[in-house]
């Protein structure tokens, strides 16, 4: 088992910025992949981005040159870094971790409100 904490939302103006952090525990040996995915209200939940354990990125088209992940693998924590927030980044953003056999775990989720 893998247990995923969040921090990191709250609320600010478009244009700001903002760092989610995820902290992993338990059996960390099995996780391969980390990321963020997001939900706003009314919509589906998709994919921000993601991290290999090996480094490879992943981003969605309406994040690139806006968010960055990275990832300390020593701490066990996948970072995001969000600037130039846009209202339409509002969402309940989920910490993401697969395992090496396919399995895969969410956190609980934390709240970004970009405001106008």
């Known amino acids: 088992q893998v247990q995923l904490v969040e921090s990191g939302g709250g609320v600010v103006q478009a244009g700001g910025s903002l760092r989610l952090s995820c902290a992993a525990s338990?059996?960390?040996?099995?996780?391969?992949?980390m990321g963020w995915y997001r939900q706003a209200p009314g919509a589906q939940r998709e994919m921000v981005a993601t991290?290999?354990?090996?480094?490879?990125?992943n981003y969605a088209d309406s994040v690139k040159g806006r968010f960055t992940i990275s990832r300390d693998n020593a701490e066990n924590t996948v970072y995001l870094q969000m600037n130039s927030l846009e209202p339409e980044d509002t969402a309940v953003y989920y910490c993401?971790?697969?395992?090496?056999?396919?399995?895969?775990?969410w956190g609980q989720g934390t709240q970004v409100t970009v405001s106008s």
């Open positions: 993401y971790a697969a395992s090496w056999r396919g399995r895969d775990y």
């Open positions: 991290i290999t354990s090996g480094g490879s990125t």
């Open positions: 338990g059996s960390i040996f099995s996780i391969n992949a």
